[in-house]
């Protein structure tokens, strides 16, 4: 009995509240405000440096191979004409291997500095505004 004479209780207080002045009056609707564009930025140029990147530090390790090779020729090479010609060759293709190397990492690293730490550019960054409560002259990074 209890249940039901609490829910008869509550539907007449219900009803009988008077509405608030307030409520009554309806509020304008809010501004709709339409979300960006979403504009995907190409990644070509990471893709690219990426891959040539890999493509460069994965050819070191044979032109290294290669210059160890030829190292271990000149090592053993008992005539006097051919040794300088086998000193120069180990040289070259160990400088060929470390240039490898070096360029290929430098890649890596443009690649990774291209892709998380560089933001593409939006418009001109150097701008000549003319208000009172600007500067003059606004650079953006």
């Not at 249940?3 to 509405?19: K, M, N, W």
């Not at 309806?26 to 140029?45: G, M, N, Q």
């Not at 493509?55 to 030829?70: H, I, K, M, Q, T």
């Not at 060759?89 to 430098?106: I, K």
Request: proline share 8%.
């Amino acid at each position: 009995m209890r249940p039901r004479l609490a829910a008869v209780l509550l539907a007449v207080l219900a009803a009988g509240t008077p509405v608030p002045a307030a409520r009554a009056q309806t509020a304008p609707p809010f501004e709709v405000i339409p979300r960006p564009a979403e504009s995907h930025a190409s990644h070509r140029l990471f893709w690219f440096t990426a891959i040539v990147g890999a493509g460069l530090v994965a050819s070191s390790f044979p032109l290294s191979n290669e210059a160890d090779r030829r190292y271990a020729v000149y090592l053993g090479e008992t005539d006097v004409s051919q040794i300088d010609a086998r000193y120069d060759a180990t040289t070259r293709m160990d400088y060929l291997a470390s240039g490898a190397l070096l360029v290929g990492e430098g890649l890596m690293v443009t690649a990774v500095w291209l892709r998380f730490l560089h933001a593409p550019p939006e418009g001109n960054r150097l701008a000549v505004e003319v208000e009172p409560t600007r500067c003059a002259v606004s650079l953006h990074f």
